[in-house]
Structures are given as structure tokens and as C-alpha cells.
Nanobody, 128 residues
Framework: QVQLVESGGGSVQAGGSLRLSCKASVSIYDRYSTLCMGWFRQPPGQWREGVAVISTGPGSTYYADSVKGRFTISQVVSEKTVYLQMDSLKPEDTAMYYC??????????????????WGQGTQVTVSS
């Protein structure tokens, strides 16, 4: 069982930056298995969507088109933590952001229905 704890959400004006953190309760990388960790978000009144995911260990990253060039996902294996640096934030980035994880291949498209482990969510609000 993997528990995920997020932090770092908040309110910011358009053009600003925030960094989200997601700490796992288990090692996020070992030689026998690949853990995919990342972020999904659900804007008010909309479906949940993928934002960015990382294949821990190899460090392969995948981004939604809407955040490419503005968001950066990274990992610190020794801290069991994945970070999402969000720059040039826009009002349309306003959403509840969820950290998610699963063993196996990484996929950022879709709602994350095949991710087994989820954090409690952290709110990001971007004002114009």
C-alpha cells in the first residue's frame, strides 16, 4: 500500500509560481519495479485530467499539452518525493490537484482511472 501526502497549494496571481510536493510512504524506486507518480487536476465542474507524471528511477516525464513549457515535474528518490513546479500560472490552471501513483507504465492522458493510489488533494487558485 502506498500513501501519498501532498503539500504546496495556495492562491497566486496570474503569471506567478507555485510548487507542489507529493511524498510517498514507500521508496519510489527500486531495481525490481517502476513506480509512476504524478499529478492530476479537477477544475470546478469539470472532469479530472492528467497534468504531469514521472517514471521514478529512469525519470522519464510526460506532460499534458496545456502545461508543457510551464510546469516541470521532478523527483528526489532519497526523499521519496515528487515535485511539480508550476510557473506562468494562468486562471485556467485553477483546480484541485491530486498526486497519484501506480506500478507500471506511465500515462498522463485521461482521468487517471488506472492509478491505484491517491493523495487527499491540494487546491490551486490562480486569479487574473
Amino acid at each position: 500500500q502506498v500513501q501519498l501526502v501532498e503539500s504546496g497549494g495556495g492562491s497566486v496571481q496570474a503569471g506567478g509560481s507555485l510548487r507542489l510536493s507529493c511524498k510517498a510512504s514507500v521508496s519510489i524506486y527500486d531495481r525490481y519495479s517502476t513506480l509512476c507518480m504524478g499529478w492530476f487536476r479537477q477544475p470546478p465542474g469539470q472532469w479530472r485530467e492528467g497534468v504531469a507524471v514521472i517514471s521514478t528511477g529512469p525519470g522519464s516525464t510526460y506532460y499534458a499539452d496545456s502545461v508543457k513549457g510551464r510546469f516541470t515535474i521532478s523527483q528526489v528518490v532519497s526523499e521519496k518525493t515528487v515535485y511539480l513546479q508550476m510557473d506562468s500560472l494562468k486562471p485556467e490552471d485553477t483546480a484541485m490537484y491530486y498526486c497519484a501513483a501506480k506500478y507500471g507504465s506511465c500515462v498522463v492522458a485521461g482521468s487517471g482511472f488506472d492509478y491505484n493510489y491517491w493523495g487527499q488533494g491540494t487546491q490551486v487558485t490562480v486569479s487574473s
